[in-house]
């Protein structure tokens, strides 16, 4: 060992032993200088080897345990407590909660928080009840005491709250939830709904219907206000404004159109008197164009003047019958379903008379006509796009002669008699009245 190492060796010797001395004048003891032994596993200072004089209020996750209340806090939360069931039992609940709430932040206790939440109930404050009711029941362990929490706590959960609701314009009726009838009231008005998501229903008059979505909790209050949009007003025709075209989709089937060319067909039945012929009636057909409101068409009516029976004289078969057509023009005015129409027409008619008498098969037949003109007019109904029912009449004269037939004696035979076919010259007038089924090509 040179010189040099034996006084620094020298050197850290005498510093140990001034700081063991001086140890050992301030009472600590030599142990805390030893130097620790080394674990079997070869750890350094070993889990056998820590001090046991472990604090009693250090817990082993080293963690510092909360200590408790000391005995003047548990005191003056006494004084608290009673002070505010004082005030509780007087009726003074704010002074009694903010008692409570003291003596609860001193010593906490499940007393504090409930009589806490029994003057919030009192107050009329279910919401901040409930939240005290609950942790009261966290914090108790008595059964017959949590029985008793749960108990109030169901019986606040079912407490209602309150709806403010308003509309503008005001006056409209409110339905909660889907329910089959309304609110009796109006708005503004209050409805009282239990905890939980509503949906109410808004209708009014003259406007649209319209819905909200509101959550309300255990005794809360909500305002709900809205504003109804009108339903949208159908403008009034204008007197004076240009004719709107209308599109041939989207028109009325009741309605006939009066726009470019359409044909119609009618089956009719009428009755006519006709000079000498007096009251006949039989079926007839007519073709009708109108272009516009113009109508152009024509007619053609058969009348049998015996169609019950046939006549018989000197021992012949008579049959008498009357057919007439006319080429005809006039003006549709029309009124929605209704069609009001004038026509004037002129044609020509044709009397005719068949002879076949008794035991033979041969006929013999005598006819004479003329010129018939008319005027008249008529009302549709419609019915569907393409179906009417119509009633008419016309009037008007025949330029002509008529055929009539009588007995006259053989001059032959003198018991005998004969047949006569004889014209009577007109002019003559006839009027008809009838009724169609009119189809709208």
């Known amino acids: 060992m040179t010189l040099s190492r034996f006084a620094t060796y020298a050197r850290h010797v005498l510093r140990l032993l001034s700081v063991m001395l001086l140890a050992c004048a301030l009472g600590v003891p030599s142990s805390t200088f030893a130097t620790p032994k080394r674990a079997k596993n070869g750890a350094k200072n070993g889990a056998k080897n820590r001090p046991k004089n472990r604090p009693k209020n250090r817990p082993k996750n080293g963690k510092v345990a909360k200590a408790g209340p000391s005995k003047e806090q548990i005191a003056k939360a006494g004084r608290l407590f009673k002070r505010g069931q004082v005030l509780y039992n007087s009726g003074r609940f704010d002074e009694a909660i903010k008692a409570f709430a003291q003596a609860h932040g001193l010593a906490p206790h499940p007393s504090t928080l409930f009589n806490i939440a029994r003057s919030h109930e009192n107050l009329g404050k279910p919401r901040r009840a409930l939240r005290f009711y609950r942790e009261a029941l966290a914090a108790t362990k008595n059964t017959s005491t949590r029985q008793d929490l749960q108990a109030r706590i169901a019986r606040l959960a079912r407490f209602p709250g309150k709806i403010f609701v308003s509309s503008q314009p005001p006056g409209a009726s ?104 007096g009251a006949v009636g039989g079926p007839g057909l007519q073709a009708t164009a109108t272009i516009g409101r113009w109508r152009i068409g024509a007619h053609y009516q058969y009348l049998p003047i015996n169609p019950s029976a046939v006549e018989k004289l000197a021992g012949t078969d008579l049959r008498n019958s009357f057919m007439q057509g006319q080429l005809e023009g006039g003006w549709t005015f029309p009124f929605g379903r209704f069609h009001f129409y004038t026509t004037a027409g002129v044609g020509l008619y044709l009397d005719r008379v068949v002879k076949q008498p008794e035991g033979k098969v041969a006929s013999t037949a005598t006819e004479t006509g003329g010129v018939i003109w008319s005027i008249g007019g008529g009302i549709e109904v419609m019915a569907v796009s393409w179906l009417s029912l119509g009633i008419g009449l016309r009037a008007g004269l025949m330029h002509g002669a008529l055929l009539d037939s009588r007995e006259i004696p053989d001059p032959k035979d003198k018991t005998k008699t004969l047949i006569d076919t004889f014209h009577i010259d007109g002019p003559f007038p006839i009027a008809t009245l009838w009724g169609a089924v009119n189809i709208h090509l």
Do not use: N, Y
């Not at 204008?238 to 726009?259: H, M, V």
């Open 174 to 277: 409110i339905t909660v939830d889907g329910r089959g009838q309304p609110e009796r009231k109006t708005t503004p008005m209050v409805v009282e709904v239990p905890a939980g998501g509503h949906v109410l229903l808004f209708r009014k008059e003259g406007h649209l219907l319209a819905a909200k979505h509101v959550d309300v909790g255990v005794g809360g209050e909500r305002t709900v206000h809205l504003v109804l949009k009108k339903k949208p007003i159908k403008p009034k025709p204008c007197k004076t404004c240009p004719p709107i075209p209308r599109c041939p989709k989207c028109r009325d089937p009741r309605l006939l159109q009066f726009s470019g060319l359409h044909l119609h067909v009618a089956v009719f039945g009428g009755f006519a008197v006709a000079g000498e012929l």
